[in-house]
């Protein structure tokens, strides 16, 4: 189970974001304002009849490299996983995936619908443990709830109290499998 990510690492993540967000900066300013800071404007005023220049404002970055972000933050998340001893490979039923070279491509398709850490088959998986684990017992199912519902409480707190958005959405999806699987017990009746 992922151990709880500590201050250290979140501290070591905005430092390395900080520090990517003002290159960036810096690499957008150009060597000449390259002591400039992120957030400050570098007005210039004339004073005569001369043209102002380069008198406005501007966002201090424009645009954020996405791939560099990703690489950032892919780095950061399998550092951190190394520090705590858990393997930065990630088995996918027919194969497995290194989180250390994964790519920005892979990674959206491992979470896409129809993908291996998709809603769908990440909500079966789930499913089909927790039917497993209460022996596929109906009458368990009060049990089989609040086990889900005592991980997605201890993930939460593990990720500083909230999930991204596809956790939610899984999580909706195993309930509906449950009301399912209790109906198909019900009809059976």
């Given at each position: 189970?992922?151990?709880?990510?500590?201050?250290?690492?979140?501290?070591?993540?905005?430092?390395?974001?900080?520090?990517?967000?003002?290159?960036?900066?810096?690499?957008?300013?150009?060597?000449?304002?390259?002591?400039?800071?992120?957030?400050?404007?570098?007005?210039r005023v004339s004073?005569?009849?001369?043209?102002?220049?380069?008198?406005?404002?501007?966002?201090?970055?424009?645009?954020?490299d996405i791939g560099?972000?990703?690489?950032?933050?892919?780095?950061?998340?399998?550092?951190?996983?190394?520090?705590?001893?858990?393997?930065?490979?990630?088995?996918?039923?027919?194969?497995?995936?290194?989180?250390?070279?994964?790519?920005?491509?892979?990674?959206?398709?491992?979470?896409?619908?129809?993908?291996?850490?998709?809603?769908?088959?990440?909500?079966?998986?789930?499913?089909?443990?927790?039917?497993?684990?209460?022996?596929?017992?109906?009458?368990?199912?009060?049990?089989?709830?609040?086990?889900?519902?005592?991980?997605?409480?201890?993930?939460?707190?593990?990720?500083?109290?909230?999930?991204?958005?596809?956790?939610?959405?899984?999580?909706?999806?195993?309930?509906?499998?449950l009301d399912n699987?209790?109906?198909?017990?019900?009809?059976?009746?």
């Amino acid at each position: 189970m992922l151990k709880s990510v500590g201050s250290g690492a979140l501290e070591r993540f905005q430092t390395e974001a900080r520090k990517l967000l003002e290159k960036t900066h810096r690499e957008k300013l150009g060597p000449e304002n390259a002591e400039a800071k992120p957030g400050r404007s570098t007005d210039r005023v004339s004073l005569g009849n001369k043209a102002a220049e380069g008198v406005g404002y501007e966002p201090a970055v424009k645009e954020v490299d996405i791939g560099a972000a990703y690489r950032l933050l892919r780095d950061l998340v399998a550092r951190n996983l190394q520090e705590q001893g858990i393997a930065t490979r990630v088995a996918t039923g027919g194969g497995e995936v290194d989180l250390e070279s994964l790519s920005s491509e892979e990674a959206q398709s491992l979470i896409a619908e129809d993908g291996y850490f998709g809603v769908e088959q990440t909500s079966e998986r789930i499913f089909q443990f927790a039917v497993g684990i209460a022996g596929n017992d109906p009458s368990r199912i009060d049990a089989i709830r609040k086990g889900i519902a005592d991980g997605y409480r201890q993930a939460e707190e593990a990720w500083g109290g909230e999930l991204p958005e596809i956790s939610y959405r899984t999580r909706d999806a195993v309930e509906e499998k449950l009301d399912n699987w209790l109906a198909g017990f019900r009809e059976a009746r």
